[in-house]
């Protein structure tokens, strides 16, 4: 199961940003991301254009995106991009964000983690946010996952 979020992210002395992710819900890895300045429909299809350059466009025959009914999620478009990468998308029922809560999960330990808020631009910003998603991935340590990284509990998946 593959999930997807937008947050916002006021840097700069209230200026917004808008983070949007995908996640692994096996993993936790972060497997694309997509930092912008505008909540137009394009800061999703940046997303799906990495997350397909990131698994090569190779997804599993059942893969399963989900996502909340936001606007982005249930824009026919995004739908049509969807189900041409051969994924079948999934929303929550409204009001129930419980089913996604380990995309809300993530975006709540950036926030509590990192210092964004004191960024001073927006390139200054998303270098922060690539090296968290960088470290996440990477080097930190999950209990839920065997005390392994997202990246390193993959590896032990493939392996088995």
């Not at 983690?113 to 960024?119: A, H, L, N, P, R």
């Not at 922060?128 to 590896?155: A, C, D, F």
Request: charged share 20%; hydrophobic share 35%; net charge positive.
């Amino acid at each position: 199961m593959l999930l997807t979020d937008i947050t916002y992210l006021y840097y700069a002395n209230g200026q917004k940003a808008y983070l949007s992710c995908v996640k692994d819900g096996s993993t936790n890895e972060i497997l694309a991301h997509y930092l912008s300045t505008s909540l137009k429909m394009n800061i999703v299809y940046r997303t799906l254009g990495r997350l397909k350059e990131a698994m090569q466009n190779h997804f599993h025959p059942e893969a399963i995106l989900h996502s909340d009914q936001g606007f982005h999620y249930t824009h026919p478009l995004f739908q049509k991009r969807v189900k041409k990468l051969n994924i079948t998308q999934s929303m929550s029922r409204k009001g129930n964000c419980w089913d996604n809560a380990t995309m809300e999960s993530f975006f709540g330990h950036f926030k509590d983690e990192v210092d964004y808020k004191e960024c001073t631009s927006f390139i200054e910003l998303k270098q922060m946010v690539n090296s968290y998603i960088e470290e996440y991935n990477n080097h930190r340590y999950q209990w839920g996952l065997k005390k392994m990284t997202p990246v390193q509990y993959r590896g032990h998946l493939l392996a088995a």
